[in-house]
């Protein structure tokens, strides 16, 4: 069965960091594009960085800009989400997803919207103290 697991939250103090892995079980990221989400208690789920397959596209929230790097591996399989200079507000459940099937495209709403995507991890928590 297709999964996708997350790992490396913890709980870490404002102005640290953490690195976040999302590995592909029983499928592969093959041409596929990969989202990492976060959603903290009583918020909406929300978007915080993409890759594409390629690695030549990638997007970020705002929020996150110039603290989190994504990147991947796909000889591993796998993608991180690098986290720097993590702040309270950043402390969530952070998931993985990818689409139901690869898309070709740069537009902005594939990667950023949690409705184009079909298969999620379980997440892994991320508490940053102050």
């Known amino acids: 069965q297709a999964q996708l697991v997350e790992s490396g939250g913890g709980l870490v103090q404002a102005g640290g960091s953490l690195r976040l892995s999302c590995a592909a079980s029983?499928?592969?990221?093959?041409?596929?594009?990969v989202g990492w989400f976060r959603q903290a208690p009583g918020k909406e789920r929300e978007f915080v960085a993409a890759i594409s397959w390629t690695k030549s596209i990638i997007y970020y929230a705002d929020s996150v800009k110039g603290r989190f790097t994504i990147s991947r591996d796909n000889a591993e399989n796998t993608v991180y989400l690098q986290m720097n200079s993590l702040k309270p507000e950043d402390t969530a459940v952070y998931y993985c997803a990818t689409p139901a099937v690869p898309m070709l495209t740069s537009a902005r709403s594939y990667y950023t919207d949690s409705h184009e995507y079909a298969y999620w991890g379980r997440g892994t928590q991320v508490t940053v103290s102050s």
């Open positions: 029983g499928r592969t990221f093959t041409n596929y594009h």
